[in-house]
């Protein structure tokens, strides 16, 4: 009866010992948190900590006070004692991981602008929570059994194979973890291509066995974190980084409108403003080069024109382009701007346009193309060019009839 009647009075003591820890760690401990308003405090004082640690009190009082109570067997003692500490240890493996949580959840409060915060530590997180999981069902397990927990780590390393094999991809994806962070190849927001696994936008979420990806049609591709170390994929970061995206796009341009320019169409083109300081030095260069010709090889010489040097409209076209490039105000005049002729193919000229938009948003990018485009197709009759386009069903018909 004195043995009862001493649990009873030791449970009630363990209840109340609970009830003061919260009021002290729920009620006193915030109003401290408050007044100081530092970052650490807000997390070594989080709420969900706070709240753990007050489950820690009632096992302290089991432990500190189950020897006092009167005529309880050793064998019920030992017990209750055991159990207290595994309780315990149980209530403070919770709070540490629920430190590690306000951890990350204050790092993902970072302002947008800090360092830290594309920066993902999840990883970390859940591998820190994994050991202590870890840990604490050996001290756990241990204090159950009365044992040292040095007895059953012995006992783990015989089974460190096995634990290997168990662990692998956790070992792995955290090893990858820590190679993409270290080399910041990877941060949370950057916009990824990973053919290989259909993976093609903005990282979400950087996690210790996984990394997700939202995809352009709001589809979200789980990626294994190492394979990001293992295969290769694309980052454009360095675009966004760079204040620029590059067009990189062709005019293919019908090779039967490719001639020799007349002397009244070089006239007509030099009055077009940005072609009037090349179409100035061009003919300056024609004029001295082919007076250059009729002095060494007479004047029957000039009467082929395979002798003289002639303008021709593609050449005056690729000018105008480069000219209106260099003029337009969407373009990024510190970067790379090439206006250059490929091989001819079987579908045409293709003359392709190398330049950097000066803004990286892909709907401003795309608007500003998509003018330069308009612009330069609708320009092409005024050097007697067109554009190749295969013929379609109408074109057959109307030949037919004809």
């Given amino acids: 009866m004195q043995a009862a009647i001493g649990l009873a009075a030791l449970l009630v003591l363990a209840g109340c010992?609970?009830?003061v820890a919260q009021y002290v760690l729920l009620h006193t401990v915030p109003r401290i948190r408050e007044r100081m308003g530092v970052r650490w405090a807000r997390v070594v004082w989080h709420d969900k900590v706070l709240r753990r640690l007050a489950h820690v009190a009632p096992s302290l009082v089991v432990q500190a006070g189950i020897a006092a109570v009167p005529h309880l067997h050793p064998a019920a003692m030992a017990v209750v004692r055991n159990v207290a500490v595994a309780v315990t240890v149980l209530q403070l493996v919770r709070a540490l991981t629920a430190l590690l949580d306000a951890v990350l959840h204050e790092h993902e409060r970072a302002p947008e602008g800090a360092p830290t915060s594309t920066r993902s530590i999840k990883s970390y997180v859940q591998l820190g929570k994994?050991?202590?999981?870890?840990?604490?069902?050996?001290?756990?397990?241990?204090?159950?059994?009365?044992?040292?927990p040095l007895i059953l780590l012995s006992g783990l390393g015989a089974m460190s194979a096995v634990l290997m094999l168990v662990f692998?991809?956790?070992?792995?994806?955290f090893t990858a973890?820590?190679?993409?962070?270290?080399?910041?190849?990877?941060?949370?927001?950057?916009?990824?291509?990973?053919?290989?696994?259909?993976?093609?936008?903005?990282?979400?979420?950087i996690a210790l066995h996984?990394?997700?990806?939202?995809?352009?049609?709001?589809?979200?591709?789980?990626?294994?974190?190492?394979?990001?170390?293992s295969e290769?994929?694309?980052?454009w970061r360095g675009m966004f980084s760079s204040g620029g995206r590059r067009i990189r796009r062709a005019l293919r341009l019908d090779t039967n409108a490719v001639r020799f320019l007349a002397d009244e169409e070089i006239e007509r083109l030099s009055r077009i403003a940005l072609l009037h300081p090349y179409l100035e030095d061009k003919?300056?260069?024609?004029?001295?080069?082919?007076?250059?010709?009729?002095?060494?090889?007479?004047e029957h010489a000039v009467a082929q024109p395979a002798n003289l040097r002639r303008l021709t409209n593609i050449g005056t076209f690729r000018a105008y382009v480069q000219a209106y490039l260099r003029a337009h105000p969407r373009i990024?005049?510190?970067?790379?701007?090439?206006?250059?002729?490929l091989e001819p193919t079987a579908e045409g000229v293709p003359l392709e346009l190398y330049c950097f938009t000066a803004t990286t948003a892909w709907v401003e990018y795309e608007a500003i193309q998509g003018d330069i485009f308009d612009h330069l197709i609708a320009v092409l009759p005024e050097f007697g060019l067109r554009l190749y386009q295969s013929p379609t069903g109408g074109d057959l018909r109307l030949a037919l009839q004809k």
């Fill in 232 to 235: 290769s994929f694309k980052n």
């Fill in 17 to 19: 010992a609970q009830a």
């Fill in 168 to 173: 692998k991809d956790t070992i792995l994806s």
């Fill in 332 to 341: 990024h005049q510190d970067m790379l701007l090439i206006v250059r002729t």
């Fill in 130 to 148: 994994l050991l202590l999981v870890l840990v604490g069902a050996i001290a756990v397990v241990a204090a159950l059994v009365d044992r040292s």
């Fill in 210 to 229: 996984t990394v997700k990806v939202q995809n352009w049609d709001k589809t979200i591709t789980t990626i294994p974190t190492w394979r990001l170390m």
């Fill in 177 to 205: 973890g820590v190679q993409l962070s270290s080399n910041d190849m990877l941060r949370v927001g950057d916009w990824i291509e990973m053919p290989q696994v259909g993976a093609d936008g903005f990282v979400v979420d």
């Fill in 283 to 298: 003919r300056r260069d024609v004029q001295s080069s082919n007076e250059a010709v009729r002095e060494r090889l007479g």
